[in-house]
Structure formats: structure tokens, C-alpha cells
């Protein structure tokens, strides 16, 4: 049986960020990404999610853009953006986005905190760098915003999400 598990941490100034070669974190861009967004999402979690219906526009909406604290440049996409350096795709996933994470909220007023939410990277693309590259632009983005807590949730079963979190700092 897994357990969701929150864990937190106070968002650090990244020194020397990871670099992957190739890669650019760019702020979603609107409608024109939904479908980039749900198609990554039926990839990344495609073995943890099998016997569910896959996800809609309107699924999208509920997630984030009904959500009083959304943000369309809160949310972003990590993408090869040169042929050249492109590795190999999945089927079914626009070529050049291989993740995306997204800051919201958590919790009630006064108590609301931020929350990383979807941090997802395609399932050929994994153990690059691209997860540590989205989460350095969520905690950069976070200090920015004067944020002195991220939370999120996992599921103590996803092994390889939890070894990301945990070393990064989130207890």
C-alpha cells in the first residue's frame, strides 16, 4: 500500500545550477500547451495510471486554470529546442517537451504555502538532469515570490521521485 507523503523545504539560492546540454525551461504558453501538457502527462505516468480514462482540457481546467492562485507563467515546460540535441522521443509526445513542473498553493489563508504540483519528466528522458532543472526553477522562482516554505506531495511507491526530492533538500 503507498502513502502520500508532504514534504517540505525552504527554497535555497541555486549556485552553479545543473546545466543539461540542449535544454531550456520556458513558462507554459497558454491553450496552445494544454494538449503538449496531457500528452506528456499519459506518458509520464502511463504505468501508474493505466485504468484511468486518460485526461481532458477540461480535466486541465480543474487542475489549475479554475484554481484562484493560477498562473500560466507558474507553470513550465522543459524542452530541447535544437534538433541537434534532441534525444530520442516516446511516440505520442510533441517532440521537443520532455517535462514540466508547476507552482501553486496549498492550504488555507493565513496558512496557504507554496506547492510544487506535477513535476513530471518523460519516461525516455529520465535520470538526465531535467527533473533537478525544474525544480531549481521552482525554488528560484519561489524565492523571488519571497516564499519561505515549498511543500508537495508524493506517493511513498514512486522510488525514483522520492530519491529526486530527497536529495534536494525536501524532508
Do not use: C
Not at 509520464?44 to 500560466?72: M, Y
Amino acid at each position: 500500500m503507498s502513502n502520500i507523503l508532504r514534504l517540505r523545504k525552504s527554497p535555497i539560492i541555486q549556485v552553479g545550477a545543473d546545466v543539461v546540454p540542449g535544454l531550456t525551461i520556458r513558462p507554459f504558453a497558454g491553450p496552445d500547451d494544454v494538449a503538449v501538457w496531457l500528452a506528456l502527462r499519459a506518458a509520464a505516468f502511463a504505468d501508474l495510471i493505466a485504468a484511468a480514462r486518460p485526461w481532458t482540457a477540461t480535466d486541465f481546467d480543474r487542475e489549475f486554470t479554475s484554481k484562484p492562485w493560477w498562473q500560466h507563467e507558474r507553470m513550465w515546460m522543459a524542452t530541447f529546442e535544437s534538433p541537434e540535441v534532441l534525444p530520442p522521443q516516446s511516440s505520442g509526445i510533441t517532440p521537443l517537451v520532455v517535462g514540466s513542473i508547476s507552482l501553486g498553493r496549498t492550504g488555507r489563508a493565513p496558512a496557504e504555502v507554496a506547492a510544487i504540483q506535477w513535476l513530471m519528466v518523460a519516461p525516455t528522458q529520465r535520470r538526465r538532469g531535467i527533473g533537478t532543472a525544474l525544480l531549481q526553477t521552482v525554488e528560484q522562482q519561489a524565492l523571488e515570490l519571497g516564499e519561505r516554505e515549498l511543500t508537495l506531495e508524493t506517493h511513498s511507491a514512486w522510488t525514483a521521485a522520492m530519491r529526486l526530492y530527497r536529495r534536494h533538500g525536501y524532508v
